[in-house]
């Protein structure tokens, strides 16, 4: 919609898109923002949406030779951080990401609690919840809280690609395809408790809905159904289609559609590869997860709880999250002086890294300029000199919170 707005405006214009010129931008920016005969003019953070997506589809048919360059100009620069940073020339300087919002974990379990599992404000599991997937759902909200991992990620995981959780790690090493990641396959890792919940899912909730769909045929009607025989550890597959034919590709190769299409043979007949499952047994599409969270945000608003939640804020809520206990493990737990903890950074890498790292950002001024904004402007030492050595990341994440409107929590 936003790329049609601008297209709209060439159209009245009579200018082509391939015809655009930096000019023609220059003239778009003063009718969208300033122009006294445009009766809807726009503020600073709609009309930079509005020319991403402009730059966007020039630097897509820019990569396709359809024309020689961008009409929308950029420029780079080096932040205060010494990192390089690109935008628009005609971005304006007062936009500020306004979707960006946090939880603390108190405020995130009861949000769970009571949007998805039924519990009222009190804590009590209400009478009348019917809540026939409240197992599913609190599992894949669980995964997003302690994995960070974006809605595309994490709802198109196979049973097959679950990290194990062996040993006594309370972290585990998990791995996103090149398909369903933003960009580059990478690792992530995800908490012991979470993987348990999912573990309950799957041997409850998930084995229902599949021994519904067994019993009703669902899974006999399935259209260019692909069989697996065998994953290997190198994330190679062997299939067989619908015709009995073999075939091999590889799990990064795998997009959200053809991994809904995966089954694979168990002893009691065939099943969808997919974790999530729908309540009729069939893969769950990864965009359905906004409505069940939506839903989940307007129980608590009707029962009074002042929580609301998309999947991306499950992301945000992770990094804040990681950061704030790297900190505190880093300035405070170990008991390290000074000098030590400059050798700690020195091998095994500055908090904000290791947050860059677990969220898979290709540049560190992403993880720091959207992501963990409530803490941009405070210092270490606000970790350092609590009041007591005993304070807890919630406690720490309560004091952030009390700095930034835009993290939700709740004192009890």
């Avoid at 009579?14 to 005969?37: C, K, M, V």
């Avoid at 009571?114 to 409240?134: F, I, K, M, P």
């Avoid at 909200?141 to 994490?154: F, I, K, Q, T, Y």
């Amino acid at each position: 919609m936003d790329l049609k707005v601008f297209l709209s405006f060439l159209e009245r214009h009579g200018t082509g898109w391939r015809e655009a010129t930096h000019d023609t931008i220059l003239d778009y920016e003063y009718w969208r923002r300033r122009d006294p005969g445009n009766p809807k003019k726009v503020g600073g953070s709609k009309f930079s949406r509005e020319l991403a997506a402009c730059g966007n589809f020039y630097r897509w048919q820019a990569s396709r030779g359809s024309i020689a360059a961008s009409p929308v100009l950029t420029v780079t620069s080096k932040d205060r951080r010494g990192d390089d940073h690109t935008k628009a020339q005609l971005q304006p300087s007062n936009v500020r990401s306004v979707k960006v919002k946090w939880l603390t974990p108190l405020a995130y379990r009861r949000w769970r609690d009571v949007g998805l599992a039924g519990y009222t404000a009190d804590g009590l599991l209400q009478e009348s919840w019917r809540g026939r997937n409240d197992g599913r759902n609190t599992a894949m909200a669980d995964l997003m809280w302690a994995s960070g991992l974006r809605l595309r990620e994490a709802g198109t995981l196979l049973l097959a690609e679950l990290p194990a959780a062996a040993g006594a790690e309370q972290y585990v090493r998990g791995r996103v395809s090149e398909a369903t990641a933003k960009g580059a396959a990478r690792e992530y890792w995800v908490s012991r408790r979470a993987l348990q919940r999912i573990s309950a899912y799957a041997s409850s909730t998930r084995a229902a809905a599949v021994r519904r769909a067994r019993a009703a045929g669902r899974y006999d009607e399935v259209d260019r159904m692909m069989l697996v025989t065998q994953i290997t550890g190198r994330g190679e597959v062997t299939y067989e289609d619908e015709k009995g034919r073999s075939g091999q590709t590889h799990l990064d190769g795998l997009d959200a559609q053809a991994r809904q299409r995966l089954f694979h043979r168990t002893a009691q007949g065939i099943e969808p590869a997919a974790l999530w499952l729908t309540e009729s047994g069939t893969a769950m599409p990864y965009l359905t997860w906004e409505a069940v969270f939506s839903t989940a945000s307007k129980r608590c608003a009707d029962l009074g709880v002042p929580i609301a939640c998309h999947p991306h804020m499950l992301r945000h809520s992770f990094a804040l999250r990681m950061l704030v206990t790297l900190i505190y493990a880093f300035d405070r737990r170990l008991g390290l002086s000074e000098a030590e903890r400059l050798e700690y950074r020195h091998l095994f890498g500055d908090p904000w890294v290791l947050v860059q790292t677990m969220l898979g950002h290709t540049k560190l001024s992403t993880t720091r300029s959207y992501y963990l904004e409530p803490v941009q402007g405070l210092q270490i030492d606000m970790f350092l000199n609590g009041d007591n050595d005993e304070d807890s990341i919630q406690d720490l994440l309560t004091r952030v919170a009390a700095t930034s409107p835009r993290i939700q929590d709740l004192v009890e």
